[in-house]
């Protein structure tokens, strides 16, 4: 692939947003007619409801001044994504209120602590997260009316006749916290991440600058709107280009929604990519056309994408005829999905970033694109590899008015995070001489033999995952003191879980011996084939329960090493 250097991450003029109050004026000023949300209140209701700009920004507004009237300092939410939790985080962010996006998917107990944690004085939730947040003073509930809460609609009703004037005189601090977000946790407990609006809007003109996106397209929101991609790329980006949010009906409508809504693009993690791009290959196996796609594809793959969508009609015409642009993000996506989705026809960009740098700070674009890469850093962040290895590979760092404030109330978290200005992301990458950097793993997960030889887990997973009867997996170290491995070094282990389905689907009527056996098997030869014998995978372990996530799907690797534990017999 081609890259123009001079256009790789200024590329188009835009509003400059100081803070998110400028947002709002830019929806008044351009959008005010346009559509903003569609949605539906069930998947099974044949309607879309639709609200326009100017529907958001009298809700915003009128929520706002309720919002100020009723002394509030900080506002978690929790609910799935839904028109009222959009009009909620910027009726509190355009007031000087803080807003805490809470994770709708961990247990009531989980969310209770976070709660506690955020010190939030007010909570805006939907009905069924009711037992785990009786603890907050201010209790909104979106859809129903409780003993101890009031109901959203109606006190949005009342917010109608309350006077503007403090809501409007509003001054924004946009270097102080504006927004609260609770990492994953994946590998520890999670900490409070604390975002300026100074950070959010460095990240929305920055991306800006990044992507031409034409008013009245249409991005599907499927992301929960508690991550930050989700809510500063999905929305609040989105929007301020004036472009139509839709709200998907859930995952099992996820395809049916890009083609029914005329869906133009949208923001996902990897995973989901992979399925889209394993269903396309699945379908061009099954009608025997892959070998002639596969021809087509090598010879087209340097023509124009308008060519390469006429060639490949067909598969847009199954997947969404209207879909133009996928932005990955949350986790590297696979070389191969990136490359096969980009010869059918497809705008597919890799975005990096983290919940401490506001959301995306790199991604490709259509002037830089090159898979397995995340592109050039935005034009606001600097970004370099820390002490590098021989091979350039070391840790991600990055300056910039998109990193975080620190950790809310863990000063020794933050200290050890930000050092001299800098933010150690704790990724390792590496940075080519054009200036493309590419994501190499985490620095936590990396497998580092005595004789100082690394493994990638995420490397060896892709291999096992293409196996056709695997679902997911996890690859990591554990020292086993054995007659073969006197040294007690590190010897690889694979959690290859087949789940139900597949294990119905290609072992029927075998016995879990014989399902070992095949699967090991074929790790020697499918997997270990492949690579560099100190990467060979030693042990399997066969698992039909899937691997302990975050809600973006990240394996949490220490929580499912602890739950394997006894099978290791540690």
């Not at 409508?253 to 394993?278: H, R, S």
């Not at 390792?428 to 994501?439: A, H, Y």
């Not at 014989?514 to 698992?543: G, M, Q």
Request: charged share 30%; proline share 2%; with cysteine.
């Amino acid at each position: 692939m081609k890259y123009n250097l001079k256009m790789k991450n200024n590329v188009y003029e835009n509003d400059n947003l100081k803070d998110l109050r400028d947002l709002v004026q830019l929806y008044k000023k351009k959008y005010l007619k346009l559509s903003a949300f569609e949605y539906k209140l069930k998947p099974t209701d044949k309607e879309l409801i639709v609200k326009t700009f100017e529907d958001f920004v009298k809700d915003i507004e009128d929520f706002g001044a309720y919002m100020l009237k009723n002394n509030f300092k900080r506002v978690a939410i929790i609910s799935p994504n839904r028109y009222e939790w959009c009009v909620s985080y910027l009726a509190a962010t355009t007031s000087n209120i803080e807003v805490v996006p809470l994770d709708k998917s961990l247990p009531l107990n989980e969310i209770t602590d976070l709660l506690k944690r955020s010190e939030a004085d007010t909570i805006i939730y939907a009905k069924q997260y009711h037992e785990a947040i009786k603890s907050c003073p201010n209790k909104i509930c979106f859809d129903e009316k409780f003993e101890d809460s009031l109901l959203y609609s109606e006190e949005l009703e009342k917010s109608r006749k309350l006077d503007h004037t403090e809501y409007d005189n509003i001054k924004i601090d946009n270097e102080k916290m504006s927004v609260m977000i609770f990492t994953s946790g994946t590998t520890s407990i999670s900490k409070a991440v604390m975002l300026s609006q100074k950070s959010i809007c460095t990240v929305i003109n920055d991306t800006k600058k990044m992507f031409y996106v034409e008013e009245g397209n249409r991005f599907l929101s499927f992301l929960p709107l508690h991550h930050v991609f989700e809510s500063v790329i999905t929305f609040l980006f989105g929007s301020s280009l004036g472009v139509t949010l839709i709200f998907c009906d859930g995952l099992k409508y996820f395809a049916n929604n890009i083609k029914d809504y005329n869906i133009t693009g949208f923001v996902c993690v990897p995973l989901v990519i992979e399925m889209i791009y394993k269903r396309i290959i699945k379908e061009l196996e099954k009608k025997k056309k892959l070998k002639l796609v596969n021809f087509l594809r090598k010879i087209f793959r340097h023509t124009s994408i308008k060519t390469r969508r006429k060639i490949f009609k067909q598969i847009f015409d199954n997947i969404g005829p209207n879909l133009q642009s996928i932005i990955a993000g949350g986790a590297a996506l696979d070389k191969e999905t990136a490359q096969g989705l980009y010869d059918f026809g497809f705008d597919i960009y890799q975005g990096y970033g983290l919940t401490e740098t506001s959301g995306a700070i790199a991604a490709e674009n259509k002037y830089v694109k090159k898979p397995g890469s995340v592109g050039f850093p935005f034009s606001s962040s600097e970004i370099k590899i820390y002490e590098p290895d021989k091979t350039g590979e070391g840790e991600i760092i990055i300056r910039g008015d998109a990193v975080m404030l620190g950790y809310y109330k863990n000063e020794e978290a933050t200290n050890s995070a930000i050092i001299d200005g800098w933010f150690h992301t704790g990724d390792l990458g590496r940075m080519n001489k054009k200036g493309i950097l590419s994501v190499t793993g985490r620095k936590k997960d990396v497998i580092v033999f005595k004789n100082g030889k690394k493994v990638f887990p995420e490397e060896l997973e892709k291999l096992i995952n293409d196996i056709s009867y695997v679902n997911e997996s996890m690859v990591f170290g554990h020292i086993e003191n054995t007659k073969l491995n006197r040294n007690s070094d590190i010897v690889l282990f694979a959690e290859i879980v087949i789940l139900p389905e597949n294990k119905e689907k290609y072992f029927a009527n075998q016995t879990d011996e014989e399902i070992f056996e095949k699967v090991n098997e074929d790790i020697k030869n499918l997997v270990n084939k492949k690579i560099p014998a100190y990467k060979y995978i030693r042990k399997i372990i066969v698992s039909h329960e899937e691997l302990i996530k975050t809600t973006t799907r990240k394996i949490k690797r220490n929580k499912e090493l602890e739950k394997i534990k006894e099978k290791l017999e540690v």
